[in-house]
């Protein structure tokens, strides 16, 4: 089945440690993206990535770092400079076309800061 | 800015009865326009979409949505409600050529038995 896996579901860490969240995809898609999800606050987007090699921050990108080295990939690392970093963790996939963007969604991570 | 605002943040409705969500956005262009449904704990799955054409759309689980134009909404609508509905709901909107879909704070939705 052609779907977009993140693991860990649920990952806990000690504050000052940097954590990497996975993100795979094997729907073809180009671009992949990472959100944040907070309770009453939707989903804001931290970084977004149309092609292999190049990335672009979201609207929360500050604590945060990626890397995309493969079509299929795209880590999401939570540095120890994000300063409330616990929160449900999003990871999308969509087609790169020129009118729209539809994007499917993973299952999610839950990082708990302790 | 772009932004999407729905104005029900918890919603409650006994099994049975009908449904509106309310969806409205502030673009300049012609919007394309997204409702998902989370369940607790859960990934985003796609309800709906509105891209062009016949402005009543429907989508999965018996939902439909209404793009209406002049009040700059997309209010998703169910006849009939299911214990199952219960999740959290979010519009999303983007625009021709835009490569980030902006989103909706959500609304919550309790059923009652």
């Known amino acids: 089945d052609g779907g977009i896996t993140q693991s860990p579901k649920y990952l806990f860490r000690k504050e000052g440690q940097n954590v990497t969240l996975s993100c795979e995809q094997n729907?073809?898609?180009?671009?992949m993206y990472w959100y944040r999800q907070d309770p009453g606050q939707g989903l804001r987007l931290i970084y977004y990535?149309?092609?292999?090699?190049?990335?672009q921050k979201g609207d929360i990108a500050e604590g945060y770092s990626v890397s995309r080295e493969k079509k299929e990939s795209f880590p999401l690392t939570v540095t120890s400079a994000q300063k409330n970093p616990t929160a449900f963790y999003l990871c999308a996939s969509s087609i790169v076309l020129l009118d729209y963007n539809e994007q499917f969604f993973g299952p999610g991570t839950r990082l708990t800061v302790l | 800015a772009q932004s999407v605002t729905q104005p029900d943040i918890h919603i409650t409705v006994s099994e049975g009865a009908s449904l509106e969500l309310r969806c409205n956005y502030s673009?300049?262009?012609?919007?394309?326009l997204f409702w998902y449904v989370q369940s607790p704990g859960q990934g985003l799955q796609l309800l709906l979409k509105y891209f062009s054409g016949d402005t009543l759309v429907q989508g999965i689980k018996g939902f439909e949505a209404e793009f209406k134009r002049s009040q700059s909404s997309f209010n998703l609508r169910k006849p009939s409600v299911h214990w199952s509905d219960a999740a959290e709901y979010f519009c999303?909107?983007?625009?021709?050529?835009?490569?980030?879909?902006?989103f909706g704070q959500g609304t919550r939705l309790t059923i009652n038995p």
């Open positions: 729907l073809n898609h180009d671009a």
């Open positions: 990535s149309q092609i292999v090699n190049d990335f």
């Open positions: 999303a909107v983007t625009f021709q050529g835009a490569q980030k879909l902006v």
């Open positions: 673009y300049g262009a012609t919007p394309y």
